[in-house]
């Protein structure tokens, strides 16, 4: 399948990143194989996706928003929204925009109907392996949210409802046009809602055409209208070989739409 965005081995890389802590958790995967000498199950995940869950259910808490309903731009395999899922009982229903094919697709056998999934990982720099897990338990805590997938890009048209809680982590950086993302997602969220997005400030000119939306701190895309609730760092990884890594900081912000 051609993806626009990433490839086979792209995709096991976000299978470990995003889903095996779960699984390695639920003792569903124990171990692994790999070209070279054996691979502690700890470096094949990340928690990044559970920290991040924990700051946005926090900040909801101290914000006194109760969110019911929930759009997230960037899904890719939805593991952000099955932890936000878990964590904010007030939710109801939920739209998620992941442009990619190959994300969503993987979204798509792991969280919408009971099944065994085959899973990709990275097993050597030229080589990925598949193992099998059961998503039940992944599928029947996410049932009750009214949920609604689109695959495409998310610009301002996208949508035409706004939302008590607007998420997007990770993407920004990824964009031909940031600010214009932004914009999109400040036109989505309601008046007395939550924003939530975080960038790694990977900017990369093969993405973005216009260097000025690249800034140092994406505080810098709000103003008058926007409160800030709360900002944090939290660390994330990605595999791409069996004994290698990149680690980014990914700076989060959480602010509430004043008017």
Not at 48 to 64: K, M, P, R, W, Y
Not at 231 to 245: K, S, T
Request: hydrophobic residues 40%.
């Amino acid at each position: 399948m051609e993806d626009f965005y990433l490839t086979d081995r792209g995709l096991a890389g976000y299978f470990e990143a995003q889903w095996f802590d779960k699984f390695i958790e639920d003792k569903q995967i124990e171990t692994i194989t790999s070209r070279s000498k054996q691979v502690p199950l700890s470096f094949l995940s990340s928690p990044h996706c559970s920290q991040v869950a924990d700051f946005i259910a926090q900040t909801v808490l101290e914000s006194g928003v109760q969110p019911c309903s929930l759009l997230e731009v960037g899904a890719a395999l939805g593991r952000n929204y099955y932890e936000l899922v878990q964590r904010l009982s007030s939710l109801k229903e939920a739209t998620l925009v992941e442009p990619s094919n190959r994300l969503i697709d993987g979204f798509k056998q792991l969280l919408i109907e009971e099944q065994r999934v085959e899973l990709t990982y990275l097993h050597d720099v030229n080589t990925i392996n598949t193992l099998e897990v059961e998503n039940r338990d992944i599928v029947q805590k996410c049932a009750h949210v009214d949920l609604t997938l689109i695959n495409q890009p998310f610009e301002h048209d996208t949508l035409q409802s706004s939302f008590d809680l607007v998420v997007c982590l990770n993407v920004i950086d990824q964009c031909e046009s940031p600010l214009s993302v932004i914009n999109a997602l400040k036109e989505a969220t309601k008046v007395g809602g939550l924003m939530v997005v975080s960038c790694t400030y990977q900017w990369n000119a093969k993405h973005i055409k216009n260097e000025d939306e690249a800034v140092d701190d994406i505080k810098e895309y709000f103003a008058e209208g926007w409160r800030l609730v709360s900002e944090a760092d939290h660390e994330y990884r990605i595999r791409f070989n069996d004994r290698f890594a990149r680690q980014f900081l990914s700076h989060v912000v959480a602010y509430i739409r004043m008017d």
